[in-house]
């Protein structure tokens, strides 16, 4: 059967997906005929096809040959990069329901995992954020606005990001942070003294665990942000994207990532001690005011 060539303009994730599923229905196969020919498990073509799982460059040449095209992977190898390309914030943040949308898929990763881990040098992470801490941190330059997002954009976020605490109650939470990020002003002083009550209050619930690295301790990993789910997921966010490495497709990095968090949980205080160097920073920044 001949394949008609993709159409221009459709180099995004949703294409690649419609082109790949495209490939298997004309080649008469089911998903697990499929998976049997590539070698693979059937999970991992259901998740490529829902789209839940990025495919990596070995996917692709051998559904091109599986489902007789193999002239095809090169122009797959194509549509990946450009699918890859969409994590950028400048991408995300405008599709349909832009910034919000971003963190409900987050929310919606942290819903199927039994552990969530955080690290953040100089920021709260957002996970244990007040409101107020996220609405002026999100309004610094370089943030949301910067990437197309409007005011009612934010607000947006800001309730999708509130909400993912719910996992505060029901998943084990582990967040790690550096004792720069009780001090760095990124707010007005009263919002991060409100912050740093949250902060307290937080530490003392029965699943969180709230580690900070005090600055008399060496960092002993990169001081890169990054996000933890279960062993097989890590999220990486700069200014201007977010990278996803799932164990499947990315298992060095994710082992190197999952690595430098117990270094960097090993060499935080946790307990009374993290409690010290929160309140620590909330009686100097009440004390300056």
Do not use: C
């Not at 062993?231 to 201007?240: G, K, N, P, Q």
């Amino acid at each position: 059967m001949t394949i008609p060539p993709s159409a221009p303009g459709r180099v995004s994730r949703a294409a690649l997906i419609a082109r790949l599923t495209e490939l298997r229905e004309a080649a008469g196969l089911s998903g697990s005929g499929l998976a049997r020919r590539m070698g693979i498990v059937q999970s991992r073509v259901w998740k490529i096809e829902h789209g839940t799982l990025m495919p990596n460059e070995d996917d692709l040449q051998a559904w091109a040959e599986v489902t007789g095209h193999p002239e095809l992977a090169g122009d797959l190898a194509e549509m990946l990069k450009a699918a890859r390309g969409e994590q950028t914030f400048s991408t995300v943040f405008r599709r349909r329901g832009g910034a919000a949308a971003h963190q409900e898929h987050i929310r919606a990763i942290e819903a199927q995992s039994e552990r969530i881990g955080e690290f953040a040098a100089a920021v709260v992470p957002g996970i244990v954020q007040t409101g107020d801490y996220a609405r002026e941190l999100l309004s610094v330059p370089s943030g949301p606005r910067a990437w197309g997002s409007s005011d009612a954009d934010v607000e947006d976020l800001i309730t999708s990001r509130l909400r993912r605490q719910d996992a505060l109650y029901t998943k084990r939470v582990q967040v790690v942070i550096s004792e720069a990020a009780l001090r760095v002003l990124v707010t007005t002083p009263e919002t991060m003294a409100g912050q740093l009550d949250k902060l307290l209050a937080v530490s003392g619930l029965p699943a969180v665990e709230v580690g900070v690295i005090p600055f008399s301790r060496r960092m002993p990993a990169y001081p890169l942000g990054f996000r933890v789910y279960d062993d097989s997921l890590i999220m990486v966010e700069s200014v201007a994207d977010e990278k996803e490495y799932a164990a499947e497709t990315h298992p060095k990095e994710v082992a190197t990532f999952l690595g430098a968090f117990d270094a960097l949980r090993e060499a935080a205080v946790t307990r009374d001690e993290a409690r010290a160097l929160i309140t620590a920073a909330a009686s100097d920044l009440r004390r300056n005011e």
